[in-house]
RNA sequence: GGCGAGGUAGCUCAGCUGGUUAGAGCGCAUGAUUCAUAAUCAUGAGGUCGGCGGUUCAAGCCCGCCUCUCGCUACCA
């Protein structure tokens, strides 16, 4: 392993189209934080990197329904997610943003050196081209009818009432959200990062050369350099970005993909002019700390484009995590199902930590985990309060009324108490190893060992008892809890910042170095002590039921959303109706096509002839149960290859509002063929 | 369907290159204790390590098949 000299740590730069919640904060946030806390108490040369992505495709949708300019919406968002992240108490050494000048001219700067070496490939494709407005049309300004669910506005990259997946030109009858007229399909010049070669490098650097990385990573990355890499295109037609820097490239800007990383590296040159050491210097560690959304990004796409740039490092780790849930349910944003940050710091002040503690302590480290209220009031009752704050005050406490809060002379040590005394560097070493492996949730627990130490130390020694026989031993036994909690100061600094600044307060104590950690004599016999407070307050039932009470709002919210009918659709004339030739007929055969997860090959008899479609509802129905089913087909459908099989109409569904589908199949029997009308 | 990550005590998770009676925290039970925010300390109950089969002197760890969860991907006329 490498000897580093520094350590340049990046953050997942969060999407500027809504606040910080717990995920985020899980995944990213809190563990980086954590981590550069440790290496600054360690007087490590560390910088933490953080900024909002403010470019792409949705905010210029947000911007668009709320009628107001991309630059509108990121300026509300980016100053939320800057306040709470610095209410919060993550600790970034600068927290920039990719509108700002200095990431248009750091963008621009790489792309230029990219296409000036030769290392992007150019590529013309058809695009659709909305004429009135002059200009390309990103998937998402395209709305047309759903060639799937026939939803009428569905947007050239999704359906939003079947959630497919789609291309701009599937979509029946696109018509532009711009200027409400049909696009015209027009060539466009777009520039490209061949990855494809970049799959022995990969392979080489990675899958040879990291193997220590966490198995989640490692296992992704694989997959993807195993399935074949693709060219991918780095600019697109927009007007909302960082311009390409080529001369007639209006109208196309850098994909946000291609920029956001970027962001990095201008954030670090707004925070210093020595950025090059940080980005350059070979005895610099580069790690990203990001989501697993953002795996392949990290791990392949933006160490590609380094390498191809040629003079930067490449991460030394990306230590990943999986997701957090909330109360059994994905985060969703726009669903609304979130703890969100900014929320959670007004409703509840002075509990950062607690939240942090919460978020460490279960974070999704190797697999998805759930967030629930019960457990963040249960961790913040039973440890934070019972052992943390417990201890602190008992230690406090006694030394209040026995030496008016001086801290007593420590006299001649017992083997109890030189065990106890050795166990905080046992302790240490144990947080160490685990912090140094990204371990956060172990390391916290590790911590956490240190309160319980003392707690059993009180118990074991029980100076309450002894006072009344031998009040010498008493103050050795409380010049020993109290070193305990002077540890615990520069122990549990890393997690619970505001916590233990005022702890030091409680114990008069400045904030020491992580190298003092493990020393026995930080309070000094005579030193004098503040009178106590309590570290942390018990959070009672009423207060829970609140935070319970408001998601479940949330989810009846959804679920009204949800039930709500679709609206009907315009009115047609008969003779767009008769068009359609929909038939009853008999399903005759049924099996699953291999290799899906959703298709059906069926042969129905439509009475004119016996014809095979393919339908996808695999997931809902046996098709030996279909056998022998009347349903409904849309005979006259162009037909269309499906996995090789040749589709000859569709057969009709009713889609519930949880997706699932119902043929529709009529009321009795009737003969094959009849005509639905 | 393909690929990836997971499925270990009620809950959340550890278990290194396979090796004695499978561990921790929380919860639970019992006991001790009262300095402390009814907090603490001790002890204990709780597991066919997703299922089946195999390799091995020996498997939670290796191999095969199956199954469930999450993610990516294909597919949805």
Known sequence: ????????????????????????????????????????LKNEDVIMIGGSDEHGVPITLKAK??????????????????????????????????????????????????????????KTTEQ????????????????????????????????????TALSPTELINPVSMISGNAPVLKETKHWYMPLDQYEPWLREWILEGHKEWK??????????????????????????GVPVPVEGTEGKVLYVWFDAPIG??????ELTPNWELYWKDKETRLLHFIGKDNIVFHCIIFPSMLKAEGTYNLPDNVPANEFLNLEGDKISTSRNWAVWL?????????KEDVLKYVLTANAPETKDNDFTWKDFQARNNNELVAILGNFVNRALVLTQKYFGGKVPECGALTDTDKETLASISLIKAEVEKSLDSFRFREALKNAMDL?????????????????????????TILNISLQITANLTICLEPFLPFSMEKLRGFINLEK??????????LLKAGHQLNTPELLFEKIEDDVIEKQVQKLLDTKKANELAQAKASPAKENIEYDDFSKMDIRVGTVIEAEKVAKTKKLLKLKIDTGIDQRTVVSGIAEYYEPEALIGKQVSILVNLAPKNLKGIESQGMILCAENADGSLSVVSPDKIVKNGAEVK
């Open 1 to 40: 392993m490498t000897d580093f000299k520094r350590t340049l740590i990046t953050t997942a730069l969060p999407y500027a189209n809504g606040p910080i919640h717990i995920g985020h904060l899980a995944g990213v946030y809190v563990p980086a934080d954590i981590y550069v806390r440790y290496l600054r």
């Open 65 to 122: 329904n709320e009628g107001v300019t991309p630059q509108d919406v990121v300026d509300k968002f980016h100053k939320i997610i800057k306040d709470s992240f610095q209410k919060f108490g993550i600790s970034f050494d600068v927290y920039s943003r990719t509108s700002a000048k200095i990431h248009h001219e750091t963008a621009s700067e790489i792309f230029r050196k990219l296409y000036d070496t030769g290392k992007l490939i150019e």
């Open 128 to 163: 659709y081209f909305d004429e009135a407005n002059n200009q390309f049309l990103a998937d998402r300004y395209i709305t047309g009818t759903c060639p799937k669910c026939g939803f009428e506005r569905a947007y050239g990259d999704q359906c939003e009432s079947c959630g």
């Open 215 to 240: 198995p989640n990573v490692y296992g992704q990355v694989k997959s993807w350099i195993d399935g074949g890499l693709q060219p991918r295109a780095v600019t697109r037609d927009l007007d909302w």
């Open 264 to 269: 990095y590296i201008s954030a670090t040159k």
């Open 342 to 350: 900014h929320e959670y710091l007004d409703e509840f002040p002075g």
């Open 451 to 475: 309160a319980r130490l003392g707690n059993k130390y009180l118990a074991d020694e029980e100076p309450w008892k002894v006072i009344k026989t031998d009040e010498e031993r008493v103050k």
């Open 512 to 521: 020491l170095d992580w190298e003092k950690f493990g020393e026995t004599n």
